[in-house]
């Protein structure tokens, strides 16, 4: 297996599990994180861990960014009033691996300005949550050009257990992860919406749960987020902000040409509302706190 000196960028929930992934596949992992703390402790199993973002682009042959959005990959590859970014000294032909949720327009263009600067690009947005990313078994959506795969296949298959090709250039990838939001977003809200329903009518919540995981109109998203509600913890995994902005991109996609999403509109608005009403920042499971006249399950108390 040949060995990859490769850059990792962004070690929250999502990136820390990558970054672990890469090192055990033996790759060379370069990482760094505007918490100093974290990239400090990731590299004390192995690792390099860096101050800069322009330190990290010069070291490296690939670079993975984990950060929440288009303005934070500008701000990690061109600097801002702060900091410099990593472009300007990464080496030609080497790799920048984009794995926000991003407007595939913006991600289209990104291809063109990294080329202009002789550096390659994927568009690899991601799913799967912290666990899979931990035990590389997450799914990426993809799309670069030959080039770009020739370098990057290694590493995306070290941290991925489905690696989708979904096109020869930038785009593909972003739109395919748009439209897995617009369900993921949609199916929350369902599940929020029937949990309410369901306490409204005094019906014990523990036991609907069980009823509708074993029933047609279950969903993992059902599944997953509601148990998080019976155990009253909203720990951000993925935040209710995370849709209003991801939702947010699904309704400007389907605007641009002129496409009704009219679940999804419902949605991210149930998500703005509680955003707006101070759960921006709680997990996105938090929606059902938009529903009024509920009692919502207490955390048990501890033993």
Not at 178 to 199: K, P, S, T
Request: with cysteine; charged share 15%.
């Amino acid at each position: 297996m040949s060995t990859t000196t490769v850059g990792l960028i962004g070690l929250g929930a999502m990136g820390l599990g990558m970054a672990s992934s890469l090192r055990r596949a033996g790759h060379n992992v370069h990482v760094f994180d505007v918490r100093r703390e974290v990239a400090v402790a990731f590299a004390k199993d192995g690792g390099v861990a860096h101050d800069s973002l322009a330190s990290l682009g010069a070291a490296c042959d690939a670079i993975v960014s984990v950060v929440v959005n288009a303005a934070q990959t500008e701000s990690v590859l061109f600097g801002d009033s702060s900091t410099a970014g990593c472009a300007a000294n990464m080496k030609p032909s080497s790799v920048f691996i984009m794995c926000s949720t991003v407007d595939p327009n913006w991600s289209v263009a990104l291809e063109s300005r990294l080329e202009a600067l002789g550096l390659l690009y994927v568009d690899a947005p991601i799913s799967g949550g912290a666990a899979k990313a931990a035990s590389g078994e997450m799914t990426m959506m993809t799309a670069a050009k030959p080039a770009a795969y020739a370098l990057a296949e290694p590493l995306l298959n070290a941290m991925a257990a489905k690696v989708y090709k979904l096109g020869d250039c930038a785009g593909a990838g972003s739109k395919v992860k748009i439209i897995n939001q617009l369900l993921a977003g949609v199916h929350i809200a369902a599940a929020a919406e029937a949990m309410a329903l369901g306490l409204r009518e005094g019906v014990d919540a523990a036991a609907l749960y069980e009823v509708i995981t074993h029933s047609a109109g279950n969903s993992w998203m059902f599944e997953n987020r509601m148990a998080h509600v019976l155990a009253a913890d909203y720990t951000p995994l993925s935040a209710v902000d995370i849709f209003v902005k991801d939702l947010g991109l699904v309704l400007d996609m389907a605007r641009a040409s002129k496409f009704p999403l009219p679940l999804s509109s419902t949605a991210h608005q149930m998500f703005m509302q509680a955003s707006t009403a101070g759960f921006a920042k709680e997990d996105d499971s938090a929606v059902i706190k938009i529903f009024p006249g509920i009692e919502l399950p207490k955390a048990a108390p501890p033993h």
